[in-house]
């Protein structure tokens, strides 16, 4: 009789195309012949009976294994495509506007970082999110190796950041490490055994490596991330609060500390953000720069004309695409760019995973944190740093990171209908 059981089951998975879904199903309707057979043996039925009634109540295996498949057919997120493609296109935008196009390095550079962007998201969408809920250290260690590895055997600087090239392969830096992270972190705060203590360790390990490299903008995004994940984790709000209370009064005791130790010029570039009129001949001229430029792109923008832009195609993107081609422009593209983020809220509210969930929420917060920081910058409302516009702006890791991010909301709605337990 066994094999009877073993023989319908497999006759419903024949019919399923999806092999996540064929694990999944097979568990399922064992555990409901299971429950059939169970009800039978309380009927007064023999053994082998009461499983032979149960497997006829479950009907045809061919016709049943046809409903499972299209039930839990793997879904791809049109929508979400469009935006990646949509965004992925655009990013040609910048070196087409300021005349980089006819580069030849900049063109195939380009169009080697949308293909390896698109690649990146497929891939992703491919591989079952399930399969990191338990690997948390692994990725964690993964991180903390990459950025030592930066420390230790970095062979080049660009603005005093240390990276490791390997040359024509490619260079290796610090913000590679926040999707290992970002990873890690989603495992760790899904674990209702993780303490206070834990979370203050794995927490500032990253960041003092940070510092050694260093990349204060890094550190930044990878706090936000961490901190919006920890008050949507599984932990109760009076532990979150208290993290939070303490983490907010460190930093603020490290900020006093080091405010008396910085170099002068340090100094200068922070004070400058608040006031730099004052600083117009140092490090307020590029705020002022920028506060100009953004004042004289109207709504139809400048076309043809040629202005100095600093960084006009990677930090400010924003500055020159809203010059060149006006406000209205600078919206539509706000629009587009938001709404990749407003997507990952809707799915994320959408599943009932507390992986999943944790997984998108982190998501939002990298990307978002990317796009406000570089939207506050042309606008004047954020210190100037070295944080890209998400897929506009030219670079391989502003296009890696965020097709990483889209590629974890893929994988979640593909599986969206397959609620294993596992």
């Known amino acids: 009789m066994a094999n009877k059981k073993y023989l319908f089951l497999h006759e419903v998975t024949d019919q399923i195309k999806s092999k996540e879904a064929k694990k999944y199903v097979a568990d399922e309707l064992g555990y409901h012949l299971k429950e059939a057979k169970k009800f039978w043996l309380e009927k007064g039925l023999p053994e082998a009976e009461a499983e032979e009634k149960a497997i006829e109540q479950m009907g045809s295996p061919i016709k049943l294994g046809k409903q499972m498949n299209r039930l839990h057919?793997?879904?791809?997120?049109?929508?979400?495509?469009?935006?990646?493609?949509?965004?992925?296109?655009?990013?040609?935008?910048?070196?087409?506007?300021?005349?980089?196009?006819?580069?030849?390095?900049?063109?195939?550079?380009?169009?080697?970082?949308?293909?390896?962007?698109?690649?990146?998201?497929?891939?992703?969408?491919?591989?079952?999110?399930?399969?990191?809920?338990?690997?948390?250290?692994?990725?964690?260690?993964?991180?903390?190796?990459?950025?030592?590895?930066?420390?230790?055997?970095?062979?080049?600087?660009?603005?005093?950041?240390?990276?490791?090239?390997?040359?024509?392969?490619?260079?290796?830096?610090?913000?590679?490490?926040?999707?290992?992270?970002?990873?890690?972190?989603?495992?760790?705060?899904?674990d209702e055994k993780l303490k206070v203590w834990n979370f203050s360790i794995l927490f500032m390990i990253p960041i003092l490596l940070f510092l050694n490299v260093p990349s204060i903008p890094i550190i930044f995004m990878y706090t936000v991330t961490v901190f919006v994940m920890l008050w949507w984790s599984i932990f109760s709000r009076k532990m979150i609060l208290w993290i939070t209370g303490v983490t907010i009064g460190l930093f603020m005791t490290i900020g006093f500390i080091s405010w008396q130790f910085i170099q002068t010029y340090q100094k200068v570039r922070l004070l400058a953000f608040f006031n730099p009129e004052?600083?117009?001949?140092?490090?307020?001229?590029?705020?002022?720069?920028?506060?100009?430029?953004?004042?004289?792109?109207?709504?139809?923008?400048?076309?043809?004309?040629?202005?100095?832009?600093?960084?006009?195609?990677?930090?400010?993107?924003?500055?020159?695409?809203?010059?060149?081609?006006?406000?209205?422009?600078?919206?539509?593209?706000?629009?587009?760019?938001?709404?990749?983020?407003?997507?990952?809220?809707?799915?994320?509210?959408?599943?009932?995973?507390?992986?999943?969930?944790?997984?998108?929420?982190?998501?939002?917060?990298?990307?978002?944190v990317q796009l406000a920081s570089n939207l506050g910058m042309a606008l004047g409302v954020f210190p100037l740093t070295s944080i890209s516009l998400p897929f506009i702006s030219y670079g391989l890791m502003p296009v890696l990171l965020n097709s990483f991010l889209i590629g974890i909301v893929l994988s979640v709605y593909r599986r969206k209908d397959i609620l294993s337990s596992r």
Not at 335 to 344: A, G, K, P, T
């Open 73 to 190: 057919k793997p879904k791809v997120d049109w929508f979400m495509m469009i935006l990646l493609v949509t965004t992925l296109g655009l990013g040609f935008l910048p070196i087409i506007s300021l005349g980089y196009i006819d580069d030849r390095h900049f063109s195939v550079s380009k169009t080697i970082m949308v293909v390896l962007g698109g690649a990146t998201a497929i891939g992703i969408m491919l591989i079952d999110y399930r399969k990191w809920k338990t690997r948390g250290w692994l990725f964690y260690l993964l991180g903390i190796l990459l950025l030592v590895l930066i420390r230790t055997f970095s062979n080049t600087t660009i603005n005093g950041v240390p990276l490791l090239r390997i040359p024509g392969i490619i260079t290796i830096e610090s913000s590679m490490a926040l999707p290992f992270f970002f990873l890690a972190w989603a495992s760790f705060l899904n």
């Open 278 to 368: 004052k600083y117009s001949n140092g490090a307020g001229y590029l705020a002022l720069r920028v506060k100009g430029l953004m004042s004289k792109s109207g709504w139809f923008g400048n076309p043809g004309q040629k202005e100095f832009i600093p960084e006009a195609h990677t930090d400010f993107v924003f500055v020159s695409l809203t010059y060149i081609y006006g406000w209205l422009f600078a919206i539509a593209l706000v629009i587009i760019l938001s709404l990749i983020m407003v997507r990952f809220i809707v799915i994320s509210n959408r599943t009932h995973d507390s992986f999943a969930k944790l997984l998108l929420i982190g998501a939002v917060s990298l990307y978002g």
